[in-house]
């Protein structure tokens, strides 16, 4: 056993899947699995007595102890990174979202059906560049939690607000009628661009938005179909606004999120008597994306120019840097996540990078902006 290579603990019910992820984490370079368990007991068990740098934990139609799992990781483990074998069922994609919420890293997508991957060498393609983020977040974590060591006085950031049980009841049983979304007066409306952490950064964020808040949202997450049916489905729960899957030709109403669906892009078109309505197009990736949050920014700046809002949060890559270019060159104001609060500071890092960015906040700042500048 190497101590130099990244150790990885996988707890899944398949022997056959287990072998093949075996198979696939041999081949990658300074990865190494220690420990293969079939149930998320067993698993966490062996986690916790030799804790490794990343636990990879599948879901399981009928089975919600891998929520536990991940729960018992985030408080007695926060330095190891956790990544979701996701299986296809809208059981399994609504369990992956609430492991998600509870700090899963990012999720990896089972096979078809109950069949093997089609290659070996096509689960690697998949795995290596989760298993490499998952690596780098794990170091970033420990310096992180160093340097915090050596600085006791550092300020903490404020906690989230809290709305009481009884409050957030009343505001989802009384969820304003929304109406379209008409541009007489101003054509904002917010667009949102995520990737890596996205999920769990949206289920603080959307939250902290009252009910109501009057601006549209139209929000792009690198997951596939099934996943971003149910992290709609979940933020409709969290949330005082509503929100709902993306449908192509539906007019944009007030008071109302819609996530792009997987495998589609989302983009934003003037519609009739001075609405504004979403179109998906089954286009090419860009950047490796689908949805890309480039196009949805692209449209934007066409359709409503310096009268939107766009915001950028954690994720791998640089999807969205060019979208928010074209949205600068109109005059729209531009939020960027920090990099503290990231997972990934890769699309926000790159925004930044590149000049487009107005302004750079904390993931607990950023509802409170928007409901300033809306």
Known sequence: MNRRNTRVVLVETSFTLQAQMKEAIDRISGMELVFSAPTSKLGLEKALAD???????????????????????????????????????????????????????????????????????????????????????????????????????????????????????????????????????????????????????LMRILPDLSADFPLPIVVVVHLPKRFTTALAKSLDQKSSLRVMEAIDGQPIESQTVYIAPGRLHTIIKNGTENTLCLNTLDTPPVLGCKPAADILFESAAKTCGKHALAVILTGMGRD???????????GAHIIAQDKESSVVWGMPGSAVDSGVVNEVLPASKIARRLTEIA
């Open 320 to 330: 969205g840097t060019a979208g928010l270019a074209h949205l600068n060159q109109q």
């Open 51 to 201: 804790p490794p740098n990343i636990v990879i934990v599948g879901t399981h139609p009928t089975d919600r102890s891998m929520i536990s799992m991940v729960r018992s990781l985030a408080l007695s483990l926060p330095e190891t990174a956790v990544l979701v074998l996701a299986g296809k069922s809208e059981a399994e994609a609504a369990l992956a979202m609430e492991a998600l919420s509870y700090g899963a890293f990012d999720l990896l997508p089972k096979p078809s059906g109950h069949g093997r991957y089609e290659s070996v060498d096509l689960l690697v393609r998949k795995l290596l560049p989760k298993l490499k983020m998952c690596s780098m977040a794990v170091h970033a974590r420990i310096a992180k939690n160093l340097l915090q060591n050596r600085d006791n006085s550092r300020p903490k950031s404020p906690n989230r607000s809290a709305t009481t049980g009884q409050t957030r009841a009343i505001q989802r049983a009384t969820k304003t009628v929304v109406r379209p979304f008409t541009l007489h007066h101003s054509k904002k409306l917010v667009v949102v661009g995520a990737s890596t952490g996205g999920p769990d950064v």
